[in-house]
């Protein structure tokens, strides 16, 4: 719960939020929640560029006690420029985040989405062929170098159409 007193915990609890969020999404399959995820990442995004004004108002506020390590008050007030100046960057970007959260929101907004298919039309996938010793590692290779669609490229030269699945079908070789 946020202190509305604390600003290093609230910080913290913040990023674990959005910790929270990014495993949440991965969890969640319904495309009906897209919209209103939307809309409170466009809100935080705001509240981002905020916290960003506020912290190099604070940085300039106490500026008369910043100091190197050594004590050095010239250093100590050209970090809070650099820190300042960096701040400000943030902002921008952040303002550039918001317009495409805003973007995506208003894009998400038009979309009607249909009920879920039942699950008697579940896709189904069959082993097309299986790679070990240096054949895999030859493929696993390729997409290390060259990225997936090289090796996909590869292996599909391996399949010779209704056989595969025939025998895939077979030898129980299907996969939801």
């Not at 100046?85 to 943030?90: D, E, I, M, N, S």
């Amino acid at each position: 719960m946020a202190t509305f007193t604390d600003p290093r915990a609230d910080a913290a609890e913040a990023a674990e939020a959005v910790r929270g969020l990014a495993h949440a999404l991965r969890a969640d399959d319904q495309p009906d929640d897209i919209y209103d995820v939307l809309g409170e990442l466009l809100l935080l995004t705001r509240r981002l560029t905020d916290v960003s004004g506020q912290l190099a108002a604070k940085l300039e506020h106490h500026r008369p006690l910043a100091t190197d390590d050594r004590g050095n008050t010239a250093a100590g007030s050209a970090a809070v420029n650099d820190a300042v100046q960096r701040l400000a960057q943030a902002a921008t970007h952040l303002d550039q985040a918001e317009t495409s959260m805003n973007l995506a929101s208003e894009a998400a907004a038009r979309i009607a989405w249909q009920a879920t298919p039942p699950a008697s039309s579940a896709t189904r996938y069959v082993g097309i062929v299986f790679l070990q010793g240096e054949e895999a590692d030859r493929a696993l290779g390729m997409i290390d170098l060259r990225g997936p669609e090289s090796a996909i490229d590869h292996l599909t030269g391996y399949d010779v159409g209704s056989e595969t699945v025939d025998a895939a079908l077979e030898n129980g070789y299907v996969y939801d």
